[in-house]
């Protein structure tokens, strides 16, 4: 009823190039993880301006994130997964929205612990943001895994869907 409406397809199966979500989730990654090295290396070398690049790189990786969601629930929408990849695809996309949620409360943590001291990171936080960067990590192992494993999105990949061999 609508497929007149919509773009077509390329050989990617996607309306534009190549496939944005990872673009924008590599944003995410290093700065979520450019935070936590700012937050460490201020807290042991006692140089507090790490922790405003801290904060401004958390904050901008949460906005990321939401993007990057919208261009992965999209891409995963036409990517026709087979059904080897749906239970890493869906396990991929759970981590994803959790991620945003977790991420957004440590950021608006951080914002609340900048606003009574910005000289000052406790321990808990930056043991919070250890756990943060291992979500990240477990999360970039399972994107890795749809693309260089089960080949989402990649041409010969969409071919097969497209000829019912896979």
């Not at 935070?35 to 006692?46: E, H, K, M, N």
């Not at 291992?134 to 041409?155: A, K, P, R, S």
Request: aromatic residues 14%; proline residues 5%; glycine residues 6%.
């Amino acid at each position: 009823m609508f497929d007149d409406l919509l773009p077509p397809l390329n050989e990617h199966n996607l309306p534009y190039p190549d496939t944005i979500h990872p673009i924008v989730v590599h944003f995410v990654i290093a700065m979520v993880l450019f935070a936590f090295l700012c937050d460490i290396i201020g807290y042991f070398s006692q140089n507090t301006r790490l922790y405003e690049v801290s904060w401004w790189n958390m904050l901008f990786a949460t906005i990321s994130i939401f993007i990057a969601i919208i261009f992965g629930q999209t891409e995963a929408g036409l990517a026709q997964p087979y059904d080897a990849v749906k239970p890493i695809l869906n396990l991929h996309t759970l981590i994803g929205w959790s991620l945003s949620a977790i991420l957004a409360t440590i950021t608006g943590w951080r914002f609340i612990l900048r606003s009574r001291d910005p000289q000052k990171v406790p321990v808990s936080y930056l043991a919070v943001s250890l756990v943060l960067v291992g979500i990240v990590c477990f999360q970039v192992y399972l994107g890795d895994e749809l693309v260089w494993v089960y080949g989402l999105h990649t041409v010969k990949v969409v071919e097969a869907i497209k000829e019912g061999t896979l």
